[in-house]
């Protein structure tokens, strides 16, 4: 609703009417900055141009209640009307409300993380962040697949083969029985370096499709997936698709980058291949001598196929891969293809003394999950309710915790996880808008018993408070355009936290249920339109909204 205010607002300001000079304002529900532009051109104060603006403007609008001119600034105000159409749309749309009629194919590849062991919480970070932007893009209407791109083809996977091969898989969670092969193979290399020729062989042999090495390849790796899903959705993220680096490999793209590059003049063969890129310290090796390919290589080939099937595609990247990020979108260009749009995130850290027990190493995505988890549970279960029901509780809110503070915090400031603070009710976290949820439809349940009236929103009834929390709801749709353009979901995070805010101070200031006739039924709709928007937007980051807690 509030795209449709902007809109009105633009059509309003005729020729001064730039979005870009548009801006959400504390004083007012929409202010143009237009007059700032223009002061200098026309040697005039901005207050005088956005007096003389504000004079000439008809303001033939439905949801345009007031417009004021204030310090330079043009200030808009919704009318009554607006407000009305802003609940009754909520109410109607119920679960699509928020949805965009956006068109077009989007890719988003997160996660990735090598098939050498379990996920750690910077890789969580990643998926949180992947995954969400894909909910959110599928909300503005858009043809969303996610991608997990497998390397399959490194160093460290073949040290994995080694490992299965000398130490087998102990019994435990796959992608940490993977891990400690690993991490015995990697010793093992340690006292005996002539294995590095063995390593080197697997490489070379799983690259030219040696049945014997693809078998054993596959074997590592798809135990260590099969890990790895399990983490990931125990956090409510799953992929469309596990795209294998060897693909390429496989089905000729990668032969395909090798001949675009040689034709363009960029190799240089001296043994290995070689691209020296202008502005980069460092050459990127392409083809090594014994004939294998890197991990870009099979990046560059993934990219190729992605120019050709998606019209727009987004990575998620650690911070410490914006070099290669930059040495890869640079390769694209030079090939005339699209790059990628890169969302690099910071990392995650602990405490001091928080969960230290592995001091000096990645602390697991499970050690974290599950510690979580066991605190919720310590929280929720002194409650009078069925076990069941306490069990799922205690479970939402954990899962709810982590994916709400890995995504609250701009992708691109380091973060600290706190459980203590993330499961804080009183905090500003997913708990706390979980909590939100669940009192909207505690108040409704029992305007029901009461015998609910049929719901219809008053906007001359309208206090200062309930006039913010509407205004609040109306802006569902534009913060999902926001996500779509700024590829930020913390902004939505945000945006949630303020309309759980909101409904809290209307729900202190406002009797509800005890209000008389009229009142009572114009604030139960904003109760009800509030818990649409809270539902909706608690799905949007993956997190479950209670209806008790």
Avoid at 193 to 209: F, T
Avoid at 217 to 230: H, K, N, P, S
Avoid at 334 to 351: A, D, H, R, W, Y
Avoid at 448 to 468: A, I, N, Q, W, Y
């Amino acid at each position: 609703m509030f795209l449709r205010f902007i809109d009105e607002v633009i059509r309003v300001l005729g020729d001064y009417g730039d979005e870009r000079f548009l801006r959400e304002s504390e004083h007012a529900d929409l202010a143009s900055t237009i007059a700032f532009k223009l002061a200098k051109e026309r040697k005039k104060s901005p207050k005088e141009i956005a007096d003389e603006i504000v004079e000439s403007l008809e303001v033939d609008s439905d949801y345009i209640g007031s417009v004021e001119s204030k310090n330079g600034y043009i200030n808009f105000f919704a009318s009554y009307e607006f407000l009305e159409d802003t609940v009754n749309v909520i109410l109607d749309e119920d679960e699509n409300y928020g949805h965009l009629n956006l068109e077009g194919e989007i890719l988003i590849e997160h996660t990735s993380a090598n098939p050498d062991g379990p996920l750690h919480i910077g890789h969580i970070r990643n998926s949180i962040i992947g995954d969400t932007l894909a909910r959110i893009f599928a909300k503005a209407g858009l043809s969303v697949r996610t991608h997990y791109y497998v390397n399959d083809m490194g160093r460290q996977t073949a040290i994995t083969v080694l490992g299965i091969e000398n130490f087998g898989l102990k019994d435990k969670k796959p992608d940490h029985a993977v891990a400690e092969a690993y991490i015995e193979a990697n010793r093992l290399l340690e006292s005996n370096p002539e294995l590095e020729e063995y390593v080197e062989k697997l490489m070379l042999a799983y690259e030219r499709g040696d049945e014997e090495a693809v078998e054993k390849f596959r074997r590592a790796v798809e135990t260590a997936l099969d890990g790895i899903r399990q983490t990931l959705k125990a956090i409510n993220v799953e992929h469309d698709k596990f795209v294998w680096e060897s693909e390429f490999i496989r089905n000729g793209y990668v032969d395909r980058v090798l001949k675009a590059l040689d034709e363009k003049g960029l190799i240089k063969k001296d043994g290995a291949w070689i691209i020296e890129l202008e502005d980069f310290e460092k050459e990127v090796v392409i083809r090594r001598e014994n004939g294998t390919t890197l991990y870009i290589t099979r990046d560059l080939a993934y990219h190729m196929w992605k120019n050709e099937n998606y019209g727009r595609f987004i990575n998620v990247l650690g911070a410490d891969h914006k070099l290669y990020g930059a040495q890869l979108s640079r390769i694209l260009e030079l090939l005339n293809l699209k790059p990628p749009e890169i969302v690099f995130f910071e990392f995650v850290s602990l405490p001091e003394g928080s969960m230290s027990t592995r001091r000096g190493k990645f602390i697991s995505a499970d050690e974290l999950i599950g510690k979580v988890k066991e605190e919720a549970w310590k929280i929720i279960s002194s409650r009078e309710m069925d076990e069941e029901e306490k069990r799922k509780i205690a479970n939402a809110v954990a899962v709810g915790a982590i994916r709400f503070d890995f995504i609250k915090i701009a992708p691109e400031k380091h973060m600290t996880f706190d459980w203590s603070k993330a499961l804080d009710f009183e905090r500003q976290t997913a708990s706390y808008i979980q909590y939100s949820h669940a009192r909207a439809c505690s108040i409704l349940r029992k305007a029901v018993e009461d015998g609910m009236p049929e719901l219809e929103f008053k906007g001359e009834l309208c206090t200062s408070g309930e006039r913010k929390l509407v205004m609040l709801l109306s802006k569902m749709p534009h913060m999902v355009k926001r996500v779509v353009e700024e590829l930020r979901p913390n902004v939505f995070a945000e945006y949630l936290l303020g309309v759980a805010g909101a409904f809290n101070d209307f729900y202190r200031d406002h009797p509800v249920l005890k209000a008389e006739s009229e009142t009572r039924m114009h604030r139960l709709a904003i109760v009800d339109a509030t818990r649409i928007v809270l539902r909706n937007g608690l799905e949007l980051l993956g997190i479950e909204p209670l209806e008790r807690m």
